[in-house]
Each structure stands twice: as C-alpha cells, then as structure tokens.
Nanobody
C-alpha cells in the first residue's frame, strides 16, 4: 500500500525558510508526478507545485508564490521536497504531499506550517 509521509513543518517568523520533505513508501522507484498542496483553516486545499519524474528540480508553481518556493525530488529514494523561502504569515497552512498512481490519488497526513509576523 502506498503511503506518503510529510515532515519539516514548524513555527517560524516571517522572512524565514523551511524545507518540507515527503517520502513515498510501498512503491518501488516512484515514477509518478508528485506535488505539494496546502490548506489554511476554513479554506480550500490549493495546489502549490508539481514535479514530474523526469525533472529533478523545478516544475509547475502556483502564481501566488511569486518564486519563493522550489520543488525538487530524489527518485532513487522516493522523496519530494519543498524549499520555502521568504515565508509570510499568509503561508500558514497544513501542507500535503500528493501523488497519482494509476487511478488512485494518494495524500499524506500533512505537516503544519505556521508563520508569525
């Protein structure tokens, strides 16, 4: 069974950086597109960034990020990362890792990121 586990969240000050990690287990050499989403309290879950297996770094990003976040992946270890720089209070949310394998959409349990001003 495929499982995604996120880590790296925490409480930081505005302007700080965080690096989120997600490991996929139950699948050998994950070759699917992976992505990061976030959900703030009372709001819908939003796509942050996606990355294909062929792209080790870079990918598609939500426009509101203004270039502050970078997604990357390590295919050999089934890992995907989200480097978040210049964090703002509006970045406060639960961040989720996601992948689609076959017809099944998999989600991690989420990791909380809290940015104070």
């Amino acid at each position: 069974q495929v499982q995604l586990v996120e880590s790296g969240g925490g409480s930081v000050q505005a302007g700080d950086s965080l690096r989120l990690s997600c490991v996929a287990s139950g699948v050998a050499n994950c070759r699917s597109k992976m992505g990061w989403y976030r959900q703030a309290p009372g709001k819908e879950r939003l796509l942050i960034a996606t990355i294909t297996p062929e792209t080790r770094s870079g990918g598609h990003y939500a426009e509101f990020l203004e270039g502050r976040f970078t997604i990357s992946r390590d295919n050999a270890n089934n890992m995907v990362y989200l480097q978040m720089n210049s964090l703002k209070p509006e970045d406060t949310a639960v961040y989720y890792c996601n992948t689609l394998i076959g017809l099944t959409n998999y989600w991690g349990q989420g990791t909380q990121v809290t940015v104070s001003s």
